[in-house]
């Protein structure tokens, strides 16, 4: 309904700040209705003082046109800042968009508790919230611009009457229903919602259609397909965005604290929107970003745990800190620790017995325990400990597969004498030690049991017992093969699952008998299994189904009480 202009105020000295002046549109000149609006803004703004307000300096009149000499705010709107950032595919931080909602829900409790000079409650609701209202300016703080058409108590208006602009009304606005502080809350939401997705909340702004999105809690279920990064935002824009005035935050204070508490430090917060600020403007001006204000949505996912960090108030650490001296150290002992192994593994082939002594590796038993045996974990075929060169022991031959089943396998054979020794991995009964004399030393002999090739750690079980009688028997076997490890079942997936229930009118959410609150129900934690869910219409009518949840499933419904079907 008007102009703003840059203008200069002159005064005494060459003193001459800058101001905005607005005026009528002439076309509007003589309408009763657009200068009412226009006194009635600058009689509000004259009594609000606050720093995320745009001040009103004076009101005059030149000629039969009326003007209003408002605070000159250097910066870009939220509307040229997210169509920059759109338009360039850059990421807005989370941070930046947790402070801006903080500072313009500031504002508004402010106003929404404004009182005249004689201290008299205005009741203000300023019911246009939305981008091209709120001003960024380069020192980082949001000023909310334009009460034209904001409620108040002395404003009489006509029952039903409908003003803001679609797209960012909530649904008691959008109906011609009364409207309180939660109803600017609505609208702050929205704008938080576009600045984390860089696309209006509601495509079409048509009347119709928005009004039929806002009674099927469309507004709920688009935060809840906002990108991962921004997952932190998603619980306070639910709240802030339901359909009933009843569950959104009862005022803007509400809604700035739920805000403050995904933020570090007032300081960081505004540092990171001033940073955010510098690399916007230069896209606006068409000049080179400056480093380390904007990142690309390419690096969206290394934000998004940048920002948890942050909002943490967690330093990250540099790559160029005091660790470097400690990677050097590791790194020498590590070669060292090489060096070691290698010496000692050629040690150890130096006094390896000769050609015709049979290689066996051993396995010693611990005096203590007497002489012991060590059942093997299946293996796909015999191995022999003898004709083939020895792996290193525990690790599995390339491209080997799982043991056949147990039903298929041969019964257990007595052990030849130690010279070609093929043994049978899945079912080794336990022969009567034998003495190895390992290497020409005549040092005394050690009982062991030629080693088998297991397969990796992750699929065998190794039972150590004592050797049983001399003379053993298939079924003294039976327990091992009992306590072997044929296969590694898939993990069983643990947890709860996740439900969001919607309906097409209003309507209560029973969890399993148990009252939840009223539609829309988004992302209720439940335990894995079956529950029975409720939804109950106002006027009674019922819809009872189970549900079967899965750990991690998350289930999403709408139901349509009139046509009685599930809805997209």
């Not at 006194?39 to 004259?46: D, K, M, V």
């Not at 990796?456 to 039972?463: A, Y």
């Not at 399993?512 to 539609?519: K, S």
């Amino acid at each position: 309904m008007a102009l703003v202009y840059e203008a200069r105020r002159e005064s005494l000295a060459g003193v001459s700040p800058r101001v905005a002046i607005k005026l009528i549109l002439p076309e509007f000149t003589d309408s009763d209705t657009f200068q009412e609006l226009f006194i009635n803004e600058a009689r509000l703004g004259s009594s609000m003082h606050h720093q995320n307000l745009v001040q009103i300096q004076d009101f005059d009149q030149d000629g039969d046109r009326f003007f209003l000499v408002m605070e000159y705010v250097e910066g870009i709107t939220l509307r040229r800042a997210i169509s920059l950032c759109r338009r360039n595919r850059v990421h807005v931080p989370v941070g930046v968009i947790a402070e801006v909602g903080r500072q313009a829900c500031d504002g508004l409790a402010y106003a929404h508790s404004a009182a005249d000079e004689s201290g008299e409650h205005l009741g203000l609701v300023h019911r246009d919230v939305k981008p091209s209202n709120l001003i960024l300016n380069p020192q980082g703080v949001i000023k909310i611009v334009d009460f034209g058409i904001s409620k108040g108590f002395r404003l009489v208006e006509k029952r039903g009457t409908v003003k803001g602009t679609w797209g960012y009304m909530a649904p008691e606005q959008a109906n011609g229903q009364g409207v309180g502080p939660a109803t600017d809350v609505f609208g702050l939401g929205t704008v938080l919602y576009e600045m984390a997705s860089k696309q209006p909340l509601f495509p079409d702004k048509n009347p119709d259609t928005v009004k039929r999105l806002l009674a099927d809690d469309y507004p709920v279920r688009m935060v809840a397909q906002l990108d991962p990064s921004y997952r932190v935002l998603v619980e306070p824009l639910t709240r802030a965005l339901e359909r009933s005035a009843r569950n959104r935050y009862p005022d803007a204070a509400e809604f700035a604290r739920a805000l403050s508490a995904l933020l570090p430090d007032p300081i960081s917060a505004r540092d990171e929107v001033v940073r955010f600020y510098g690399g916007v403007d230069a896209l606006h001006k068409g000049l080179p970003v400056p480093e380390g204000t904007l990142a690309n949505e390419s690096s969206i996912g290394s934000l998004a745990d940048t920002n948890a960090s942050s909002i943490q108030g967690v330093a990250r650490p540099d790559s160029d800190d005091d660790s470097a001296p400690l990677l050097w150290m590791f790194a020498v002992l590590g070669g060292v620790t090489l060096l070691g192994a290698v010496a000692a593994v050629a040690a150890m082939l130096w006094f390896l017995p000769p050609t015709g002594v049979p290689t066996v590796p051993v396995q010693v038993a611990p005096p203590s325990l007497g002489d012991v045996v060590v059942t093997p974990p299946p293996a796909p075929e015999p191995i022999r400990a003898v004709d083939e060169p020895a792996g290193p022991a525990g690790v599995g031959a390339p491209g080997e597969q799982l043991p056949p089943p147990i039903a298929e396998r041969t019964a257990p054979e007595r052990l030849p004498p130690p010279t070609s020794i093929p043994v049978r991995a899945e079912t080794v009964p336990s022969p009567p030690s034998v003495p190895i004399r390992v290497g020409p030393s005549p040092e005394p002999s050690v009982v062991a049991e030629p080693s088998v090739v297991a397969e990796p750690p992750v699929e065998r079980v190794v039972v150590v017992r004592r050797a049983p009688e001399p003379e053993p028997v298939v079924e003294a076997v039976e327990p091992t093969v009992e306590a072997t490890v044929v296969d590694t079942p898939e993990p069983v997936a643990t947890g709860p699952g996740f439900l969001t229930i919607g309906a097409r009118q209003p309507a209560e959410v029973y969890i399993d008998g148990r009252y939840i609150r009223q539609v829309p129900l988004v992302r209720r934690e439940l335990t894995s299994g079956s529950h029975l869910i409720t939804i109950q219409a106002l006027d009674g009518r019922k819809k009872v189904f189970e549900v079967d949840l899965d750990a991690g499933e998350e289930l999403r419904k709408v139901w349509d009480f009139d046509r009685s079907e599930w809805r997209p």
